[in-house]
């Protein structure tokens, strides 16, 4: 079973970046969708993007489009969310997120495995 660690989360003023990691282990990601979900405080845990295994393919949720970019290092079982013009809605705790099945698009399987997520917090 893999585990995944989030790291980066911060706060940060709106129009700020930061860049949230997540470190894979006990399997490779090689094989594997990866990507981010978050769940601010009122609301439910939301898809925010995802890449494919071989970083070909990428998605967005629209509210991050344009500002957030997800990217992958498979040699280091690590995968980043760029995270840039941040503003006072992107706040919410974030997770790093697979899919148990290699191949299977990220948001559209329900058979994920999470992360214990990181806290971003975005102040106007």
């Known amino acids: 079973q893999v585990q995944l660690e989030e790291s980066g989360g911060a706060w940060v003023q709106a129009g700020g970046s930061l860049r949230l990691s997540c470190a894979a282990s006990?399997?490779?990601?090689?094989?594997?969708?990866m990507g981010w979900y978050r769940q601010a405080s009122t609301k439910d845990r939301e898809f925010v993007a995802r890449?494919?295994?071989?970083?070909?393919?990428?998605y967005y949720t629209d509210s991050v489009k344009g500002r957030f970019t997800i990217s992958r290092d498979n040699a280091k079982d690590t995968v980043y969310l760029q995270m840039n013009d941040l503003k006072t809605e992107d706040t919410a705790v974030y997770y790093c997120?697979?899919?148990?099945?290699?191949?299977?698009?990220?948001?559209?399987?329900?058979?994920?495995?999470y992360g214990r997520g990181t806290q971003v917090t975005v102040s106007s």
């Open positions: 997120a697979t899919p148990t099945t290699p191949f299977i698009f990220l948001h559209r399987t329900t058979q994920t495995v």
């Open positions: 006990g399997r490779t990601i090689s094989r594997y969708d």
């Open positions: 890449i494919s295994w071989d970083s070909r393919s990428t």
